[in-house]
């Protein structure tokens, strides 16, 4: 029975993508908590599975360049934190800036805020954060919406441009559009006369 439990759960894990992540909980069809856990701390020392942080694994990548392990993607991981506790949350800060490609500076601390209690992971040289809130933002809009305007609080009302403008309306579908208008009224009013002049005639 215990072969069968591994063998399934390397077959899923041979068939995800390479930046996947995986937790106990993802398995559990094929077996009680405690068995799947041991599985994966098995496949860990074995090597067929990389340990990111406590709980959190993805399918083992080694650079051709390198030799060496292929590190998780910071953000990938906050999103996985994320699910596995079941919480909703916004980057925030230049990390914002960066997802929306109004930044090319790579963050060394990913802040989040999030419906969850406040968390800090670190992840190699990296920082990860979750700082709860119970904003309107947060509990109310869609991620694209909440994304969008952690990243104009971020530039601030005198950093928003011509080219800030085109940059984020080139990203956005005439659908989505219509969503953030309409979700998000209730916000600071400049940030809102600010979605609406990306969203004209995008």
Same mark, same amino acid.
């Given at each position: ?86 919480w909703k949350i916004i980057p925030t ?33 990296? /920082?990860? %954060?979750? &700082? +709860?809130?119970? *904003? $309107?933002?947060?509990?109310? #809009?869609n991620d694209k919406s909440s994304l969008? @305007? ?14 800030? /403008?085109? %940059?984020? &309306? +080139?990203?956005? *579908? $005439?659908?989505?559009?219509? #969503? ?6 209730? @916000? ?15």
């Amino acid at each position: 029975m215990q072969q069968s439990i591994t063998s399934q759960i390397k077959n899923e894990i041979s068939n995800t993508s390479n930046n996947n992540l995986f937790t106990v909980k993802d398995f559990l069809k094929y077996g009680s908590y405690d068995t799947v856990k041991r599985i994966l701390i098995r496949l860990n020392k074995e090597e067929y599975i990389t340990r990111v942080i406590d709980g959190i694994y993805t399918k083992t990548r080694v650079s051709k360049l390198t030799n060496e392990i292929v590190p998780t993607n910071p953000h990938t991981l906050a999103l996985k934190i994320a699910d596995n506790f079941s919480w909703k949350i916004i980057p925030t800060g230049n990390h914002a800036l960066n997802l929306l490609g109004l930044s090319e500076q790579v963050p060394t601390s990913y802040e989040y805020l999030s419906t969850g209690p406040y968390r800090t992971y670190e992840y190699g040289n990296t /920082i990860i %954060k979750f &700082k +709860n809130t119970r *904003s $309107v933002e947060i509990n109310e #809009l869609n991620d694209k919406s909440s994304l969008l @305007i952690s990243a104009i609080r971020t530039l601030g009302k005198d950093n928003i441009n011509d080219e800030v /403008i085109h %940059k984020i &309306k +080139n990203q956005l *579908s $005439v659908n989505e559009c219509d #969503l953030i208008l309409k979700e998000s009224v209730k @916000i600071t009013n400049w940030i809102y006369e600010v979605l609406k002049e990306i969203c004209i005639n995008a």
